[in-house]
């Protein structure tokens, strides 16, 4: 299976996963992207898989659908076009022989799921996150609590480190230059931005990220460790017994703050 990013609206991705001969897509916010895609690889559309209600995530779905009879998937808690199948936390979308895992990731809409796809016969694991992961950041706090947006990256951070990571947004430079205020100090994070920043130049995409390395340069994942406590802590002038929810709220609003 061959992952491809197709670019829509100004930084969203849609994320194609082919074979040669079928594809299925994630989060189609325009269905254009995705007819361009189908044609110029003579692909017929197995499956359309949703993580959360947003318009540019969902924009794209019932053209689709009507077009190709794609089955569509998403959040049981959420209004998506009908028809879809509902899932919830521990289901399983089937298709075309691969078995995707339902993660409940609840923070920046209030049922936002994740698809995971283990590792098989040497492909690394694929993470659809939507809008609750980003490379270097995490999404806004739309519908959900800090709690539950901390609860949903720390699941995420379970994952195997060689996890691809499939953002939906092309948001990393920005979420960098902030990863580099929380931690200015943070060796990993620097070489990372200035590979990011060469793919950028380069007109290539930074994604998708490796959970590795988010766990290394990701503030929201690291938002427990003691330079990025400090760093909250002063920032936001909290007691050193805040809570960890306080702690990233505090993290998260900084970033809302932040140009």
Request: proline fraction near 7%.
């Amino acid at each position: 299976m061959t992952l491809v990013p197709l670019p829509a609206f100004a930084d969203n991705y849609i994320w194609m996963l082919q074979d040669g001969s079928n594809a299925i897509v994630v989060d189609p916010g325009d269905a254009q992207p995705v007819f361009d895609a189908l044609a110029r690889d003579k692909l017929q559309l197995a499956a359309i898989l949703v993580t959360h209600h947003h318009p540019d995530h969902t924009g794209g779905v019932a053209a689709l659908h009507a077009a190709t009879g794609a089955p569509v998937f998403g959040p049981a808690r959420e209004r998506i076009p009908q028809p879809f199948e509902p899932l919830s936390h521990g289901d399983t979308a089937k298709v075309l022989g691969l078995r995707f895992s339902v993660i409940d990731v609840p923070g920046h809409t209030a049922g936002h799921i994740a698809y995971f796809l283990p590792a098989s016969a040497g492909r690394a694991p694929l993470l659809f996150c939507g809008d609750t992961l980003f490379s270097g950041g995490c999404g806004r706090l739309f519908e959900g609590t800090p709690a539950q947006m901390l609860a949903s990256l720390d699941a995420l951070a379970a994952l195997p480190g060689d996890t691809r990571v499939c953002c939906a947004h092309e948001y990393t430079l920005a979420n960098l230059r902030f990863a580099r205020a929380v931690e200015p100090g943070n060796a990993d994070l620097t070489q990372y931005s200035a590979h990011c920043e060469s793919l950028r130049a380069q007109g290539r995409p930074t994604l998708p990220s490796q959970l590795a390395t988010e766990r290394r340069i990701n503030p929201f994942l690291r938002s427990r460790e003691a330079t990025v406590l400090r760093a909250v802590r002063e920032h936001a002038e909290l007691s050193a017994d805040a809570a960890e929810a306080e702690v990233f709220a505090a993290l998260r609003q900084w970033k809302n703050d932040f140009r």
